[in-house]
């Protein structure tokens, strides 16, 4: 499908129900003036340990991570690999290493998520504990189970978009599966993967507002090509007007800086990206 097909392909945000509006935000105490949460995705610092990564985003001056599954923990865990299945000590140390850097979990993804009740339920629970806001996935075919749990536990869900041919590159594929769903289920707008894909960010944005609930934010040097990430500010990704568009319709989610460039030597660049939000966050109070 080609960008003119796929923006005449559902209604505009403007027209869409009041009851798919975003519901309850992320804990206020993260929450900048413009009433969404600053984080960064735990996979830019993918090179480095979970603990690590924690202590890299309170340096960048975010208040959030986005946590990621199988990435070593480190501190006294070593290799240990976060998600589902670790202990209650591994978890209560995560827990307490990212109090001391006063940073908040707020999401965790991407990450598979199965079909059957029991093993999805294990999802939940881990998100319950972390007392995250969302879950990031790209298990469409998992939709009836995550609408159920996701409504049990009021947790989101946030549909995440690889770049074409990946399964869910074209926002209308996911469109097709929610727009009459729990208000919980929405995007995880991966901005630069539709920059990637040849979609432009804030067109589809326009169509789609009322359902994102949460950001993978980007900027790149086209539209029409892959690029490697930039500093937000620095590309052609109009990531501000992106944002006024999403909070027309009550946004109250993460907006995750996911750098994928310069992977051992980024926190200059996502502290800018950092600083560009705070900006945005300043001007738009």
């Not at 946004?251 to 600083?275: D, M, R």
Request: glycine residues 8%.
């Amino acid at each position: 499908m080609n960008r003119r097909s796929f923006l005449t392909a559902i209604p505009a945000a403007s027209v869409l129900l009041a009851s798919q509006a975003n519901a309850e935000p992320i804990g206020k105490t993260v929450l900048t003036d413009a009433g969404f949460a600053i984080t960064v995705q735990c996979w830019s610092f993918r090179e480095f340990t979970l603990f690590q990564a924690i202590e890299m985003a309170a340096a960048a001056g975010v208040s959030g991570v986005e946590v990621f599954p199988d990435q070593k923990i480190g501190g006294a865990f070593g290799d240990t690999r976060f998600g589902p299945g670790i202990s209650d000590d591994q978890l209560k140390a995560i827990i307490d290493h990212l109090k001391k850097n006063n940073i908040a979990a707020v999401n965790i993804g991407v990450i598979g998520i199965s079909k059957d009740e029991a093993e999805a339920r294990k999802v939940f629970e881990l998100a319950k504990k972390l007392d995250l806001y969302g879950v990031t996935t790209e298990s469409l075919d998992a939709i009836d189970t995550l609408e159920k749990l996701s409504e049990e536990y009021d947790i989101k869900v946030c549909f995440h978009n690889h770049p074409k041919p990946t399964a869910l590159w074209d926002p209308k594929t996911v469109w097709d599966v929610i727009k009459d769903r729990h208000k919980n289920i929405g995007y995880c707008a991966d901005i630069g993967h539709w920059a990637s894909s040849g979609l432009d960010p804030l067109e589809v944005i326009k169509k789609i507002a009322p359902r994102v609930h949460s950001f993978h934010m980007k900027d790149r040097a086209s539209i029409t090509e892959w690029t490697h990430d930039r500093p937000f500010g620095t590309g052609v990704i109009n990531n501000m007007a992106i944002l006024d568009e999403v909070r027309k319709h009550g946004f109250a989610g993460n907006v995750t800086i996911e750098y994928e460039h310069n992977w051992k030597t980024s926190l200059p660049e996502i502290a800018q990206c950092a600083g560009y939000l705070r900006a945005y966050s300043k001007m738009r109070a």
